[in-house]
């Protein structure tokens, strides 16, 4: 059987690619890191490394313990995690999500944990790419997101729908493709996005974002409605972005004759273990954003 502790050393080596940085996230000598991959080359009876100065390149017999050797380790901790004690109110979860969702959820989770100070909520506000990538990784135990993942370690589970909003400064009173074409576009990262579901659905004319004159950008979720509070151009963005807003009574929003929605999508990794406590707020997050309806 191969040694655990070798193999984790050699694993975290080759992810690296340097042996002092290896010995410093192992918190061993380098010396020390040099010895086990030895000890894992003569219980294998087989070269894992080709050194070449301070630098090295792996053989086809390490790229291949690499590779196996990583699932095996994974799948060590998901074992032991899941032998451990598993108390639903106690423990980190990470999670992460678009800004919108994030700003209407984050506070209520915040409840949960003065509710449960034991139970420590970790979240991230960030893209759907991003958030994916990190289910995939094993970085956060939950992500929503605003479209179904395409990988296939990722289950999505649609839970809710939030709607879209077109938004004017208040003194604008009704909208039409000549009023927004004179007001501008106050844009932010998933601007073409929004405006492509709402406006591709709502005005024969519209056909990407660039039509309208650009009067703006910011990536900071509750600034974006700033510049367009202010008169200088009107944007699109969900629900609870335009609630979050401080200053409501300075913007308006306007129904259009076909309302569109953002989909949103509770995932997980399919493969890794769940803890508890992460099951505890996956079901406090359906829970809220669906009223407790299944």
């Not at 984050?106 to 893209?127: G, K, N, R, T, W």
């Not at 992500?143 to 990722?154: I, K």
Request: aromatic share 6%; hydrophobic share 40%; proline share 4%.
């Amino acid at each position: 059987m191969i040694n655990q502790t070798w193999l984790k050393t050699f694993c975290t080596l080759a992810d690296v690619g340097h042996f002092t940085q290896t010995a410093e996230r192992l918190f061993m000598t380098q010396s020390g890191v040099s010895q086990h991959i030895k000890k894992l080359e003569q219980q294998l009876d087989v070269m894992l490394l080709i050194r070449e100065g301070k630098s090295f390149s792996l053989t086809e017999a390490g790229s291949k313990l690499h590779k196996q050797g990583q699932k095996l380790l994974e799948a060590t901790e998901e074992l032991t995690k899941s032998v451990k004690q598993d108390d639903p109110l106690v423990g980190v979860v990470k999670l992460a999500s678009p800004g919108s969702i994030g700003l209407k959820l984050y506070p209520q989770l915040l409840e949960v944990q003065q509710q449960s100070p034991q139970l420590i909520i970790d979240y991230a506000f960030a893209p759907n790419a991003r958030i994916e990538a990190d289910l995939v990784t094993r970085k956060i135990d939950l992500g929503l997101m605003t479209q179904t993942s395409t990988s296939a370690e990722v289950v999505s589970e649609k839970i809710a729908i939030e709607p879209l909003l077109l938004v004017t400064a208040n003194n604008i009173s009704s909208v039409s493709w000549q009023k927004l074409l004179e007001l501008g576009f106050i844009s932010h990262p998933d601007a073409a996005h929004h405006a492509r579901l709402l406006l591709g659905e709502n005005f024969t004319e519209f056909t990407h974002i660039e039509q309208f004159p650009h009067k703006g950008f910011s990536n900071q979720i509750g600034l974006i409605l700033e510049p367009v509070s202010r008169g200088l151009g009107f944007t699109v963005l969900p629900l609870h972005a335009v609630n979050a807003f401080h200053n409501q009574s300075a913007i308006r929003t306007h129904p259009l004759a076909r309302p569109v929605g953002e989909k949103l999508y509770l995932c997980h990794n399919r493969t890794a273990f769940m803890a508890n406590r992460s099951k505890h707020i996956k079901v406090q997050i359906r829970d809220y954003l669906t009223g407790g309806k299944p």
